[in-house]
Nanobody, 124 residues
Framework: QVQLVESGGGSVQAGGSLRLSCVASGRTISSYAMGWFRQAPGKEREFVCSITHDSVITTYADSVRGRFTVSRDNAKNTVYLQMNSLKPEDTASYYC?????????????????WGRGTQVTVSS
């Protein structure tokens, strides 16, 4: 079992930045692909980005490409999401997830473990 805990959310004005962290426990995530998803009130959960276990390949949703950066530190069992140039439409709860697939990307069904989320609110 892998437990995932997100942190770093908060309230920020448009144009600002936040850095989310996802700390894993229970098992090393060094062999897992990791993903970030988000869900706004009244909307379905959507893919934000993913990173392979070795950090070689990262994938981003069109809506965040160029503004968000995913990274990981396997020695710390932690995944990060650096969010820059935030927009009000980025407001959502952000979830990290772990997948045993090499390329999990945007397919939620491929993720085995999920965190409980951290709230990000961007005001205009």
């Amino acid at each position: 079992q892998v437990q995932l805990v997100e942190s770093g959310g908060g309230s920020v004005q448009a144009g600002g930045s936040l850095r989310l962290s996802c700390v894993a426990s229970g098992r090393t995530i060094s062999s897992y692909a990791m993903g970030w998803f988000r869900q706004a009130p009244g909307k379905e959960r959507e893919f934000v980005c993913s990173i392979t276990h070795d950090s070689v390949i990262t994938t981003y949703a069109d809506s965040v490409r160029g503004r968000f950066t995913v990274s990981r530190d396997n020695a710390k069992n932690t995944v990060y999401l650096q969010m820059n140039s935030l927009k009000p439409e980025d407001t959502a709860s952000y979830y990290c997830a772990a997948s045993s697939y090499t390329f999990a990307t945007n397919q939620m069904s491929r993720y085995d473990y999920w965190g409980r989320g951290t709230q990000v609110t961007v005001s205009s």
